[in-house]
């Protein structure tokens, strides 16, 4: 059991109350998630700003690397909200579970860009010289080298804050890769 609740708009900061109006707007809802962000009163705008960063990396893109990223950390809410705005970004399912794994068989440079995320977030950083090559003979450059590294940033604050909090998945909750046979 959490120690942490998902606030309400009434509980959180002024201008935590206008981001939750601005999700309701944008979204639809406020995920819980996002909701936890608000028990600080600079967090959830610093986040946003952070994950809403221009990047080299097009939103299918960062879908890679944040199903890679969330599987490696094991963070059921990520790999549950990810796996839904994967969809919206036109992966299949069979697609989403590969790219959970770190893989991308039906696309050489995302199966690169999968493998980096998962090679970077495994290693803690520390990547394999190889997988950098293929990267970057996929068509990458340095700079998307280093927007990557930025978004397994992004990915691993959030996975980290579910981890801690453990507050309700919000999204349909996806299973385990090793019940999936996967």
Same mark, same amino acid.
Do not use: C, W
């Given at each position: 059991?959490?120690?942490?609740?998902?606030?309400?708009?009434?509980?959180?900061?002024?201008?935590?109350?206008?981001?939750?109006?601005?999700?309701?707007?944008?979204?639809? @809802?406020?995920?819980? +998630?996002? $909701?936890?962000?608000?028990?600080?009163?600079?967090?959830? /705008? !610093?986040?946003?700003?952070?994950?809403?960063?221009?990047?080299?990396?097009?939103?299918?893109?960062?879908?890679v690397v944040n199903l890679a990223v969330s599987e490696v950390n094991q963070c059921v809410y990520c790999l549950s909200a990810h796996t839904a705005i994967g969809k919206m970004n036109g992966f299949?399912?069979?697609?989403?579970?590969?790219?959970?794994?770190?893989?991308?068989? @039906?696309?050489?440079? +995302?199966? $690169?860009?999968?493998?980096?995320?998962?090679?970077?977030? /495994? !290693?803690?950083?520390?990547?394999?010289?190889?997988?950098?090559?293929?990267?970057l003979s996929a068509g990458y450059t340095k700079g998307s080298i280093v927007d990557v590294i930025s978004l397994v940033g992004d990915k691993t604050i959030s996975n980290y804050l579910h981890k801690t909090t453990n507050v309700p998945v919000d999204f349909p909750v996806v299973e385990p890769l090793s019940l999936v046979g996967v």
């Open positions: 059991m959490s120690t942490f609740n998902v606030p309400k708009r009434e509980e959180v900061s002024e201008n935590n109350q206008a981001i939750f109006d601005h999700l309701e707007k944008a979204v639809g @809802f406020v995920p819980n +998630l996002y $909701a936890t962000y608000a028990h600080s009163n600079t967090a959830l /705008e !610093n986040y946003l700003n952070f994950s809403n960063a221009k990047t080299s990396l097009s939103a299918k893109e960062k879908e299949t399912d069979e697609q989403i579970l590969e790219l959970r794994s770190g893989k991308a068989s @039906f696309d050489n440079k +995302l199966d $690169a860009l999968a493998q980096l995320a998962k090679n970077i977030t /495994e !290693n803690r950083g520390a990547t394999d010289q190889a997988v950098i090559e293929n990267f």
